[in-house]
């Protein structure tokens, strides 16, 4: 009755808030999920403060303290995990940024700071590798594309900090900011003045690009701006198997995801045909988590599109896309030898189109485990599970206990 492998789903954003358009329920709440019930049926349920009560917690905080790795002790900023996430190689020291491909109008205006949920930007990121040119600062750099408006930005070369602020203004109608050192440090100021000419040569280069020529024909929103935020300098992390002796693997359309699944040793599975948001191919993920169980100890699964749908506010969307992951995680149901821990990374409520520090949804199933009586998977069943009220943290060390990994404290 103990299980040898672990599968850790986090459904990327799946908690809510009481939504109007769902009379006053969450979208969890409002949706039909038979199968994530019969798995909180199945098991030991509660809620979870990723980080702790109170605090609002980001998708790069809230999966490491996930995979036991608490941030305030290993988090250096996004930006270098975003990078690692898209194919750039981070060694401790290198200073990365996580990117947006937005849109500015003709006044120079930020009309949308996704550019309409652009897709297909690897053309936009190979001219800006081709046209932009940083040596006169004596530096050089590594830019890729990521999932969607996404991308990841890392600076190379000698003199740099990561104490910058962003030209992202956080709200459309106003002009983007000018990236400016958050200290004195002579560091600090040349990777602001590097940043800033990366911004203003990479946007001559889209603004011609063919296409943004041919999105706007279209009626589409050009990718015709970066918005650079995130800055960090890449830090060290012990190997997720010397730290639980595990092998894993991780499995995520989020280039961030799958950089804290690569920074920590985790294997990135890519899997054709997902995107990250509510059009990705499900069954696939699920598929392919299953095949990486027959060789791995610990497969970390994300997904992703429910948290798009609470960004953009849209609360009946985000229903039916609960209904959609419910019905591709039916495999599931017939694993054996295997615990499986579903849960939240972090709350993204309609109404406030962020993340909030509303704890989240938590069950634990599997060979061994003591079920309780919580028999639907959402905010408020869940918090009347035998696990209670626990954090991001805590859970591996749960988790190892199950697999009986875990060392005993004391004589």
Known sequence: MIAHKVLFLVLDGISDRPCE???GRTPLCAARTPVLDRIAAEGVCGIMDSIAPGIRPGSDTSHLALLGYPPQEYYT???PLEAEGTGIHMTAGMIG???NFATVDADGLVTDRRAGRISGTAPLAEAIRDGVDLSPLGL???FESGAGHRAA?????EGLGDKVSSNDPKREGVRPLTIRPCTADPADAKTAEACNEFIRQSREILFDHPVNARRMEEGLM???????????KMGMFPQFSERYGLSGSVISAATLISGIGKVVGLEHIPVPGTTGSVDSDLDA?????LAELDRKDFVLLNIKGADEAGHDGKGIQKRDFIEVIDAALEPLLDLEDTLLVVCADHSTPCSIKDHSADPVPVVIRGPGVRTDRTARFDEVSC???????IRGCDLMPIVLDLINKSHKYGA
């Open 285 to 289: 993920k699920v598929k392919a988590a």
């Open 222 to 232: 050009p990718g015709n701006l970066l918005l650079i935020r995130g800055a960090g």
């Open 153 to 157: 930005l890392a600076l190379t070369g």
């Open 21 to 23: 358009a769902l009379n």
């Open 140 to 142: 050089g750099f590594r």
């Open 97 to 99: 940024f996580r990117c």
């Open 383 to 389: 918090a009347e599970g035998g696990l209670h009220r």
């Open 77 to 79: 900023g996004r930006g």
